[in-house]
């Protein structure tokens, strides 16, 4: 079948199998391997992007459902000039990542915690997070990192299409 | 892990959904947010031959007051349900336990309609309905029919849904300022429930206690006849038929469903009732 | 000022955060192009005599381009069993011969066109296998009615050591017993395993595969197979975490290259979550006796442990865990006695393997419980008992009566830091107005001490190599035989060269994991690289620095002595002569400046700390939740600090995780219970306060950075101070011990058994 949509502002047109997962057609159709997958169950939220402005799993979205869709992975965030989104300064700063493979599920579901709420305590990050599931850090770091990007503004908690839309 | 191969279609209306399961036969499965289902064809207990996509017909997903009932739309994901105005003033028991759904990603695709009629005993949306009463609506090639709350979970994965029916709408009763309470027991928090009960207007109904959720009627009736928080609550488990996994055995569950019962009334009764 | 112990942010974040790194699964290489898709098919029974595979439906199916089963691979020498000690006949087929041992033995294997057509290909393999019962426990291997191999005539793997005599608690006035288990737990690596093989037209293979260290798997490899190794590149591209589970090759990883000569094809595997959680190697999993003796005044005069290692169906790294529990069973305390042994038993479970501390973990835990048994049982403080029982304070080595040589300790000022940052007072006094008011919600307060072994040379040597190469533009590259995979080697080993030779850090790139270029390494695991591999960058710079200094002599036409480093301009300056110099750039634009140094690390470091653990118990419900956790963790000078304390972050929730939360089960049956992430309990941030960290830096002189291991520390100290909370939260209602994970049943059924009367052990 046909699906079409606007993956990091990018519009993509293709034939695919109704069974397709959108985590495999944006690693495997289109190339884009920053999204990852990390179980079978909807539990790690390793392959967790953003799709019409919210934080979805997308190893349990098929590309037919996201047809028509905006979708942004970790590739879409940073600006063309190559500066970081907040959220991945504040990832960097803080040092919330360490072996990378759950980071970039876990910067779009903390862009997806701010986008719910800009200024959350410890305790939100924490609930805000809890499907998205890391190994190396005892999310120690991330929480101070999403604490810290919540602190750069409205911009840390939208995607750069958002930021287009409102303008 | 990767689904089956199967069939697509995406009706645009509702009488084209049904159409699509009366052609289909017990080959078709609904889909909405595919957070129940997707999860089970991947890991291929489930491997329908044709998928009718749900999701994009219009009009499903409101809350809405209607005389003494609040209408939900079966498309209304658990995300809108946990923030509408509506529902927090005039069912909080349901927003609440939406935002106890799994994690933030979950609500944001699974749907009313979906957790309604998979019929998992440990969901924690239809043991909110259970307690609140109310119906279900759906409709089928002959129109519109009407389920009793309590006549709608009949066991695991069991409803009294029809094969050529699609859940459409949910209707509870208005509770507004009256007391309630879900209490849910994890290890984690956005795992199922081991158990958890919810509790308003002194009707309780338990999670993960027999093959479907199910209303604690003898703690009920204790209450309707003036007993106390404790000796009602004591009563919970009984009738029930739990299961045994790592979690939990029988004994566990039993214990915790008349524990959960105590607090939650406890908390329903509590002054205020705020948000458990 | 150095650059050293400043926190320096990752320069390897940049990509990682906005490319994402490349993974084994990510790899788009064109030796790659064409690659079929490996899917293998694996026993779903425990133990059972494997009667037929039909393959005939698969090989139909769409895509299917073949399928093998054992009679294909009959060229293929089984895997021996690797270690000594080990019955010869414990090897393990490449796929199942005969009998199936575990739920993931290979029985088939599918190479197909697509990704998505190799799991319905799997699904076509008819697998006849007539059950046997299974071994699930080391209780059922030691019994030995059922034996999983029989040609071996026993279950047990390996034995260390002797039972204790009968007398050695004779003349305590307490002896307490206690038989506890360290379950066991799935490492959970975020990235599943991934291979990939490609030959080239000159007879050799190049496979990718994630792991913690190319140079040891290449050599498993090329053994197994039975090729030279020469003709074995290994590389190991961005690795997602191993913890342990990716330390040597897995048999999966070789299969690859054989099948891809076979098929003619470069092929790749990725296993999918549910796969590996069967099929990666488990971690801890021992049935521990302790026995404690010593005197009513605190005074303990003698400490012994019996191990039974759970080893799994086909012995792995896992079986030598006890000799490690043994080495440090007398942890930081100056018991005059002390005794341990050990075995390990073949069981119809996955396989056992290092898990982040690896034997020490179990070690720590099992003496801080005794420990706090033994105060329970006396009626003493448990932070009292510690005190009166560690090590004073050495800057000598201290042999202790387990054997092992401690480099230098200051265990009493670790705890007393702890005891003060965590306000142990106060906790006591609340603790006691709890209990008083008797409310649902009690407080529990765990301690942990412990020291645990780092850059033990467990048969690989004890030496890393470093190379380091200045460039006429003014980079530097590193290579090193480390294998970073999220500790951040590309940072702090550019940290370490830059110190040396004033190199900017982000104008150094660090390579490792390829063994075309780096043929020598130790990889990264026992909390090794940075007093090895660090020492050996360290030395590399200060050797190239050296060799700089005499090609400026030479050039500049002045004696290397006048000659003084530049560390602003990083180059080599003429003393008292401004303007005079030149830089390692310019030096290495005549001829190339690099030096190739292998640095041996005169023996183990002995990192150490305590922990206090604070959790809230529901005594109704039995739930058990960390409230705090505060550590002090003495790892030697440190290099930088934002990595280090990651390290421990990372650390301490892993062992939390074990004590409140994970265990992978088996039914009787041998069926696994936790095959999936909705079904293993991995710890998620809900579960976790953020942590207190106290610093404390011992240096150590074994190593000239001062630096002594931190990857594994945190897990070790956290893991019985948590599980201590628990147990403490209700003692006070008659509970005495309860096993890891303290689950919300085990902890409310504990309560139940001892307020029915007696003691719950």
């Given amino acids: 079948m046909k699906v079409s949509m606007t993956v990091n502002g990018q519009q993509h047109t293709d034939d695919v199998e109704p069974r397709l997962l959108l985590a495999h057609y944006l690693r495997d159709v289109l190339g884009l391997k920053a999204t990852n997958i990390g179980c079978d169950t909807t539990s790690c939220g390793a392959c967790t992007v953003i799709v019409d402005g919210l934080s979805v799993k997308s190893c349990t979205v098929l590309a037919a459902q996201a047809d028509g869709s905006q979708v942004t992975t970790l590739e879409g965030l940073a600006g063309p000039d190559g500066e970081l989104h907040p959220m991945q300064k504040a990832f960097r700063e803080e040092h919330g990542l360490q072996c990378g493979f759950c980071t970039p599920g876990m910067v779009m579901a903390a862009i997806g915690v701010l986008a719910d709420n800009p200024d959350p305590s410890d305790r939100e990050v924490r609930e805000g997070l809890e499907g998205n599931l890391c190994r190396c850090t005892g999310y120690h770091n991330i929480v101070r990192a999403v604490r810290s990007a919540a602190q750069a503004g409205p911009a840390a908690g939208q995607v750069p299409q958002d930021q287009e839309v409102a303008r | ?276 | 000022m150095s650059i050293l112990g400043t926190r320096v942010v990752r320069t390897e974040d940049p990509l990682f955060l906005t490319r994402g790194a490349t993974y084994t699964d990510d790899l788009v290489d064109d030796r790659l192009t064409g690659a079929l898709h490996v899917t293998f098919v694996r026993s779903q029974v425990a133990h059972g005599r494997l009667l037929s595979v039909d393959t005939s439906a698969a090989r139909e199916a769409p895509g299917v381009v073949a399928v093998y089963t054992a009679e294909d691979c009959a060229d293929l020498a089984p895997i021996p069993a690797g270690l000594p000690m080990v019955p010869p006949a414990m090897q393990r087929p490449w796929l199942a011969q005969g009998k199936v041992r575990f739920v993931g033995d290979i029985v088939a294997v599918v190479l197909t066109e697509e990704r998505y057509q190799g799991e319905d290909a799997a699904e076509l393999v008819s697998v006849d296998i007539d059950p046997l019962p299974a071994v699930v426990t080391t209780a059922d291997a030691a019994a030995g009615e059922v034996l999983l191999f029989e040609d071996a005539g026993t279950n047990v793997m390996a034995t260390f050591g002797e039972p204790a005599p009968a007398d050695f608690f004779s003349g305590c006035e307490v002896v307490v017993e206690q038989r506890m288990v360290n379950q066991r737990v799935a490492p959970v690596p975020l990235e599943t395993r991934a291979a990939a093989a490609a030959w080239g037209d000159d007879g050799r293979v190049t496979i990718w595969c994630t792991n913690q260290g190319a140079q040891q798997a290449k050599g498993e490899i090329a053994g197994w197979l039975g090729m030279d190794p020469a003709r074995v590149h290994l590389i190991t591209p961005d690795v997602g975490g191993g913890f342990g589970a990716k330390i040597g090759a897995d048999p999966e990883y070789a299969f690859t290259a054989w099948l891809a000569q076979r098929a003619g094809r470069p092929v790749r595997w990725t296993e999918n979550r549910s796969e590996n959680l069967v099929g990666m190697l488990h971690g801890r999993g021992q049935d521990q006796t302790v026995r404690i003796g010593g005197r009513r005044d605190g005074t303990i005069e003698a400490y012994s442990i019996a191990v039974d290692q759970d080893g799994g169906a086909y012995p792995r790294v896992g079986i030598i865990l006890p000799t490690l529990t043994m080495l440090m069973a007398a942890a930081t305390y100056a018991f005059p006695k002390v005794h341990a042994h050990g075995r390990a038993l073949a069981t119809n479970t996955t396989s056992i393997g290092a898990y982040r501390g690896a034997g020490r973990p179990e070690a720590t835990a099992a003496v801080e419980r005794a420990i706090d048994l033994f105060a329970a049982e006396i009626g003493m403080d448990p932070a009292e008992v510690r005190r009166k029982n560690l090590v004073p304070s050495f800057s000598e080595p201290h042999t202790t009566p387990s054997g092992a040589t401690y480099d230098s300790g200051e265990y009493t000022a670790a705890l007393e830091k702890a005891l003060e940052a965590a306000g142990y007072d106060e906790l006591r006094a609340e603790q006691a107005r709890r209990r008083e008011r008797g409310e649902a919600r009690q407080l529990g307060i765990g301690l942990s001490t412990y020291v645990e072994i780092t850059g033990a040379d467990t048969g690989l040597g004890s030496a890393e190599s470093a190379e380091l190469e200045v460039h006429a533009d003014g980079t530097a590259t590193v290579l090193t035989g480390t294998s970073p995979h999220g500790q951040g080697h590309a940072t702090a080993w550019a940290m370490l060269a830059s110190d040396q030779t004033g190199i900017p850090v982000e104008k150094i790139t660090v390579l490792h994991g390829d063994t075309d270029r780096i043929p020598r390494g130790g990889g990264t695991m026992g909390s090794r690289s940075l007093q090895q591999g660090g020492a050996a960058v360290h030395q590399a710079a200060v050797e190239l620095v050296a060799l700089a200094k005499q090609r400026a002599a030479e050039r500049l036409e002045v004696d290397a002595a006048d000659l003084e480093l530049d560390l602003a301009g990083a180059g080599l300056a003429v003393r008292g002569t401004p303007g005079a110099g030149v830089t390692l750039a310019e030096l290495a634009a005549d001829e190339p400046l690099l030096v190739q140094t292998r640095f041996e690390a005169a023996a183990p470091t002995f990192p150490f700390g305590a922990h206090v653990a604070v959790v809230e118990v529901d005594v109704e419900s039995g739930k058990a939740e960390l409230q705090r956790l505060v550590a002090v963790d003495d790892a030697g000078t440190i290099v930088n600090p934002l990595l280090a304390e990651g390290q421990r972050h990372g650390g301490y929730a892993q062992g939390v995780a074990q004590a409140l939360l994970e265990e992978v089960l088996y039914d009787a049956d041998g069926n696994p219970q936790t095959s999936t992430l909705a079904d293993y309990p991995f710890v998620s941030a809900t579960e976790l306060p953020s942590f207190e960290l106290v610093d404390m830096a011992t240096p150590t002189p074994i190593n000239p950075l001062g630096a002594k291991g931190i990857g594994e520390a945190g897990t070790i100290g956290s893991t019985p101070a948590v599980h201590n909370a628990v147990i403490d939260a209700v003692a006070h209602l008659g509970v005495r011990h309860i096993d890891m994970p303290t689950t919300p049943m085990k902890v409310w059924r504990a309560i139940q058994q001892a307020q029915q009367g007696g003691s719950n052990a």
């Fill in chain 2, 1 to 276: 892990m990767i689904p089956g191969a199967f069939e697509y279609v995406r009706p645009g209306t509702v009488e084209e959904a049904v159409a699509a399961l009366v052609e289909h036969g017990d080959d078709a499965k609904l889909i909405a947010g595919g957070h129940s289902l997707l999860p089970l064809m991947k890991l291929r207990l489930a491997m329908p031959a044709v998928l009718v996509d749900i999701s994009r017909i219009p009009d499903l997903s409101y809350v809405r007051v209607e005389g003494d009932e609040v209408a939900i739309g079966a498309g209304t994901r658990h995300f809108e349900l946990e923030k509408d105005d509506v529902a927090r003033a005039e069912v909080p028991i349901l927003p609440y336990a939406a935002s106890q759904v799994g994690d933030p990603q979950v609500r944001h695709r699974g749907t009313l309609g979906g957790t309604v009629a998979h019929s998992d005993p440990a969901s924690d949306l239809p043991t909110a309905l259970l307690a609140l009463g109310g119906s279900v609506v759906v409709q089928g090639p002959g129109g519109r029919r009407s389920i009793p709350m309590t006549e709608f979970w009949l066991g695991f994965y069991e409803t009294a849904l029809a094969e050529d029916e699609v859940v459409v709408e949910v209707r509870v009763p208005r509770t507004g300022s009256a007391g309630w309470a879900y209490e849910k027991f994890t290890r984690r928090a956005n795992d199922w429930p081991i158990v958890a009960v919810a509790a308003v207007e002194g009707r309780v109904a338990l999670a993960n206690m027999a093959g479907a959720v199910v209303r604690a009627t003898a703690t009920e009736e204790a209450l309707a006849r003036g007993a106390s928080i404790a000796e009602a609550a004591g009563l919970a488990d009984e009738g029930t038929s739990p299961s045994s996994d790592m979690h939990a055995d029988p004994e566990y569950r039993r214990h915790l469903a008349r524990l959960l019962t105590r607090r939650a009334l406890e908390k329903a009764s509590g002054a205020g009732a705020a948000a458990a």
